[in-house]
């Protein structure tokens, strides 16, 4: 009942800034946790960043954090990712997902839904 659409990605220069959005139809979006994953090429799935529906706490990996916004407007129903000082390391494709549980420990994260990905790409 939920479907997850991407747009944003691109190429980029390093140092540079690009902005995500996530835009989510279907069941209610405010009570659900609402992430970014991203998948290197040749590496495994990882978290990058997520905000919780009602209270909008947000987490980021290590490696992103200080570069990276996650923000959220419930009335537009879209999840944000501000991306900013870019580098190469940061290419991949990007996955925006919702889930009531976020588990680093579980399989997908916990997530229930998935969008199809968009391209991000860093040259250096």
Do not use: H
């Amino acid at each position: 009942q939920v479907q997850l659409v991407e747009s944003g990605g691109g190429l980029v220069q390093a140092g540079g800034s690009l902005r995500l959005s996530c835009t989510a139809s279907g069941r209610t979006f405010s009570s659900n946790t609402w992430g970014w994953f991203r998948q290197a090429p040749g590496k495994e799935r990882e978290f990058v960043a997520r905000i919780s529906g009602r209270s909008a706490i947000t987490y980021y990996t290590d490696s992103v954090k200080g570069r990276f916004t996650i923000s959220r407007d419930n009335a537009k129903s879209t999840v944000y990712l501000q991306m900013n000082s870019l580098k190469p390391e940061d290419t991949a494709v990007y996955y925006c997902a919702a889930g009531t549980y976020y588990s680093s420990r579980s399989r997908d994260y916990g997530m229930d839904y998935w969008g199809k990905g968009t391209l991000v790409t860093v040259s250096s």
